[in-house]
């Protein structure tokens, strides 16, 4: 793809990073999306405040139509004339476009009416990548004006920093740096494994999500028991489909790594996103929402529902992993943000900390005994609510476990545990759940992760790997999640 500037921007660097003003900022919000998107743009990173211009992001594709890469919007808000609060807090914006890059995004980063704050980012990356103050923030101003006499500008047009962010560039040192001697001796192939677990825990959701789906509300005996992906069943899914387990999973998702916070009205409104317009689905459309979600998005508040929300915890524990005590407190927000039921919430802090110790390279041997370790360390309640949530004989096999009917809230979650616990590897345990039928989306959704996450990703048969749908976006999502938890904390 050629690097071509759109209209009211230019490249800081050719077909990577591209800058330019607000897309809502002329009118025209439209044409200037399409332009960027057209210029191969699929990472935005806005610099405005919240209110500051017209928001555009609910304006964005879930991705983009020729090579289907998730196109993604992330705020790191700076106010008009200001720079960020801190060195870590400027270091952080630019990891995340230090990310965008790495995976193959083309990154457009815009701010609004004050453009110094975006020639401030802009040279401090420069900074980063080695160049001289001088040079960073002349070439970063140069950049800017370079876009504004795409826009009719005159080229004459004074410098668009103030003096703090000038000094902003001239001062900036990297907080990681100091930690490079630590990097150096990193163990390379610990990551490797820890990436493994990720990758597993995100495809091992679809897959199961999408066999259980061709199951679901089915009662066993009363279908041909299934060995792959055959798509069909309640919803007529293509094979590889899945359904509103992994794809609420992916909206909060995308609403912690784009606000680094558990912000209920973010994750409420992307929700309510792919219920109206499929974002974040295998098919373009939503499928499997609930009769309790969907009231629950209509009232703005919980409602008494089933078990749904228990799986996004795993996404919490993905995003949070190097910090325990945010996994439980963010799984049980997260949960609540659509049931109301407190059991739900005790399952959902329950996966959490099965996926904290899978993540934290427990064997199975060892699963049960390491969550209960982070459970006790890290988790605001009792205990006793994990015996209760997983049962009181965690060991059980799994063939002497009630059908899992989407009315008790434990249920898929204890069949999904034993079957872990059970013996055998990936392929079978996933199939023998989901050939139980019932509530088979969510039971396989719940094993697929844990199981991913607990034996990596070359666990899942690579004919399901292959054939899960948009399989190259739940990697990128897996690699997502993995550099938020690795990222240093202020």
């Not at 002329?26 to 044409?31: K, P, W």
């Not at 679901?216 to 069943?233: D, E």
């Not at 689905?281 to 008494?304: F, K, M, N, Y």
Request: with cysteine; charged share 20%; proline share 6%.
């Amino acid at each position: 793809m050629e690097s071509v500037s759109p209209p009211r921007s230019a490249w800081l660097e050719p077909g990577r990073l591209l800058l330019g003003d607000h897309p809502a900022a002329a009118g025209g919000v439209e044409a200037r999306i399409a332009a960027l998107l057209d210029a191969g743009i699929s990472y935005f990173i806005d610099l405005t405040r919240a209110g500051e211009c017209a928001p555009y992001d609910h304006r964005l594709p879930t991705s983009r139509a020729d090579d289907g890469r998730y196109v993604i919007y992330v705020r790191r808000a700076i106010g008009r004339g200001e720079v960020p609060a801190t060195s870590v807090a400027m270091a952080e914006t630019l990891d995340y476009v230090g990310r965008a890059l790495e995976v193959g995004h083309r990154v457009y980063l815009h701010a609004g009416d004050d453009a110094g704050r975006l020639v401030a980012v802009a040279g401090c990356w420069l900074r980063r990548q080695g160049e001289a103050s001088d040079a960073a923030l002349e070439r970063a101003r140069r950049a800017w004006i370079a876009a504004c006499v795409a826009a009719g500008a005159d080229e004459a047009m004074g410098e668009p920093e103030n003096e703090a962010q000038r000094r902003c560039v001239e001062t900036w040192s990297d907080p990681g740096a100091a930690d490079e001697a630590a990097v150096d001796v990193l163990d390379l192939a610990l990551v490797g494994r820890l990436r493994s677990r990720y990758h597993g825990g995100v495809i091992g959701l679809a897959c199961g999500d999408a066999l259980g789906a061709s199951t679901q509300y089915r009662r066993p005996g009363s279908f041909a028991p299934i060995t792959g992906f055959v798509g069909g069943g309640h919803w007529q899914l293509p094979p590889g489909a899945w359904t509103d387990d992994t794809s609420m999973s992916l909206c909060l998702a995308e609403s912690l790594l784009s606000t680094d916070a558990f912000e209920e009205d973010d994750q409420r409104a992307r929700y309510r996103r792919w219920q109206r317009h499929g974002e974040c689905s295998s098919t373009g459309h939503c499928v499997g929402i609930t009769a309790a979600v969907a009231a629950s998005l209509q009232r703005s508040a919980p409602v008494e529902g089933g078990p749904e929300a228990i799986v996004r915890a795993g996404i919490v524990a993905l995003f949070a992993a190097s910090d325990p005590s945010r996994v439980f407190a963010g799984s049980a927000a997260a949960a609540a943000v659509t049931d109301a039921s407190i059991p739900v919430r005790h399952a959902a802090i329950a996966h959490a900390a099965l996926m904290l110790a899978a993540l934290h390279g427990a064997r199975r041997e060892t699963l049960l005994a390491t969550a209960r370790e982070f459970w006790i360390e890290h988790a605001a309640a009792p205990p006793g609510i994990l015996d209760v949530v997983l049962g009181p004989d965690a060991r059980p096999a799994p063939s002497a476990l009630p059908f899992p009917s989407g009315v008790d809230p434990f249920a898929a979650l204890r069949l999904a545990t034993a079957t872990v616990l059970s013996g055998g590897g990936f392929r079978d345990g996933l199939l023998a759940i989901v050939n139980r039928g019932g509530d088979a989306d969510l039971a396989g959704a719940l094993y697929g992760q844990l199981a991913g996450a607990l034996w990596g990703i070359e666990a899942i048969p690579a004919a399901w790997r292959g054939a899960i749908r948009r399989a190259a976006a739940l990697r990128e999502m897996a690699d997502r999640l993995l550099a938020a938890a690795l990222a240093p904390k202020s």
